[in-house]
């Protein structure tokens, strides 16, 4: 089974956020937390899958949190561009991870059919449940089922050789992580099932749950993907851009090589 070389590409940051932003509990709660907003690109050989797409400029804009490099730009670099891409993993639909899905025109989609029943169905009439969503992305996903360029997995699926997904659930009803194989190992991308190494290594749940003991499941189940717990890569945590090596440019990361930085 051949390896996979992995990759995160920051497109945005939130540094204005407080830890009670970040978890349920903690004592500290007033004290600066920033966060990062990453794509991760997926390679081998000639063939590369996104795993989420990010937020355009224009959601941004309605959420009053701009990107500081537009997500088609970010990927640049590496030579990946939108017309190309024909594969992308979306973790879940909520904006910052599903928000840039029209833009890649010519991808299938793989998505857990929890997360497409969750994002559509009574659950949204709820605000509380439905702010992390953006109703013209879900349908922009509905179109694409509609389309036949939709890949629907129940739990546990493959994607690619030696790239599987696994529904954790917890911060979104279908949320799935993505297991890959590297040369350092089986490394985990945990997207939202852990938005930042404390919540996974302390569990601290993270604040926008739909199920709690699903959240808390999770973080077992995410040291049970990776062969340890140094490839579990969290969603937003900007200390995956210490740990990690950059790669040809600053708001890119190298992933499958393992951490290299201070905190190991």
Same mark, same amino acid.
Do not use: M
């Given at each position: 089974m051949s390896e996979w070389q992995v990759r995160a590409v920051k497109y945005a940051d939130r540094n204005q956020r407080?830890?009670?932003?970040s978890f349920i509990f903690d004592d500290n709660h007033d004290a600066p937390h920033p966060m990062d907003y990453y794509i991760w690109v997926l390679s081998r050989g000639d063939e590369n899958i996104l795993v989420d797409t990010g937020y355009d400029e224009e959601e941004g804009r309605r959420r009053g949190r701009p990107v500081t490099l537009d997500p088609l730009a970010a990927l640049?670099?590496?030579? =990946? #561009?939108? %017309?190309? *891409? #024909?594969? *992308? =993993? *979306?973790t879940h639909l909520h904006y910052d991870h599903a928000?840039? +899905?029209?833009?890649?025109?010519?991808?299938? =989609?793989? +998505?857990?059919?929890a997360e497409m029943a969750y994002a559509t169905g009574p659950c949204m009439c709820h605000g509380v449940l439905n702010g992390p969503f953006t109703a013209e992305h879900v349908c922009e996903a509905v179109r694409r089922v509609y389309s036949g360029r939709v890949v629907f997995h129940d739990g546990d699926g493959e994607v690619r050789d030696g790239v599987t997904v696994h529904r954790i659930g917890g911060h979104s009803r279908g949320l799935q992580a993505v297991r890959v194989l590297t040369q350092s190992?089986?490394?985990? +991308?945990? #997207?939202?099932? #852990?938005?930042?190494? %404390?919540?996974f290594r302390e569990r601290k749940p993270f604040p926008i749950v739909v199920d709690l003991q699903d959240m808390l499941v999770g973080f077992d189940r995410l040291h049970e993907l990776a062969s340890s717990p140094d490839l579990i890569i969290p969603g937003h945590d900007p200390l995956v851009r210490s740990l990690f090596p950059a790669d040809g440019a600053d708001h890119i990361v190298r992933l499958d090589v393992g951490p290299q930085g201070a905190g190991t």
């Open positions: 407080k830890r009670f932003d640049a670099p590496l030579g =990946i #561009s939108a %017309e190309t *891409v #024909s594969t *992308v =993993i *979306v928000g840039g +899905l029209r833009h890649f025109p010519n991808a299938t =989609i793989h +998505l857990q059919a190992g089986w490394l985990c +991308l945990a #997207s939202d099932a #852990s938005h930042f190494y %404390e919540n």
